[in-house]
């Protein structure tokens, strides 16, 4: 007896679900169909699209499992709750408290910054200001823009003011000393809570300086 088209269905699903992701192509060979059939069954299915490498993989909608910013990575392939790479973009923007600059963007999203930020000089939902020699992405909405120069404001007094030679010092010794430390053990510290340094500033510190512990989630 033939196999319905159902039970072929149920196969390839679970089949998708232990690969995590998968091509276009890969799909149309999976389910013996047309590539129109396909992209309806992934519009059906709710699958997810990389936002990187031209949008090409995709992902069953069960199978990522979003970190707090809704992104999630297999390997060198990105996804987001939020779609595409500009609605990424926009929302992790919108919901920044002190604005983004284009490296903290690019270490969100997993992607060096001049590769796409030229693309979203003039998107709707964000506004890029130049702030002491670097660009700046905050909300476009007024009462957000307000709360987040405000925020970003304070953080740079922070910087000036309360973070001094000595104290990057200690956070480098520090790192020295406790290889592959997270910002989490760095704040239990003893020499670092005498500092009374907020993990605000000191994870700006790392972010500037590229120090910040990498944890890529690369399972489903």
């Not at 270490?107 to 939902?125: E, K, M, Q, W």
């Not at 020699?133 to 957000?144: A, E, L, N, T, V």
């Amino acid at each position: 007896m033939s196999e319905s088209k159902e039970e072929r269905q149920k196969v390839v699903l679970k089949h998708l679900k232990r690969k995590k992701v998968f091509t276009l192509e890969q799909l149309v060979s999976y389910l013996g169909c047309s590539v129109p059939t396909a992209r309806l069954r992934l519009k059906k299915w709710r699958s997810y699209t990389s936002y990187n490498k031209n949008g090409r993989y995709y992902s069953l909608h069960t199978v990522p499992r979003f970190d707090e910013n809704g992104l999630w990575h297999y390997e060198h392939i990105f996804f987001s709750k939020s779609g595409n790479l500009k609605k990424t973009l926009i929302y992790l923007v919108q919901r920044s408290p002190s604005g983004l600059t284009g490296k903290e963007i690019g270490d969100l999203v997993g992607l060096p910054p001049r590769s796409f930020l030229h693309h979203f000089r003039n998107t709707a939902g964000i506004y890029r200001e130049k702030i002491e020699g670097r660009y700046i992405y905050f909300s476009d909405d007024p009462g957000r823009y307000q709360r987040q120069t405000g925020n970003r404001s304070t953080l740079i007094v922070y910087q000036d003011k309360l973070f001094s030679d000595a104290d990057a010092v200690i956070i480098l010794t520090a790192l020295i000393r406790h290889h592959d430390i997270s910002l989490e053990e760095i704040m239990a510290l003893p020499e670092i809570r005498a500092q009374k340094l907020s993990s605000f500033v000191i994870h700006d510190f790392l972010s500037r300086h590229d120090l910040l512990k990498k944890t890529p989630d690369i399972q489903p």
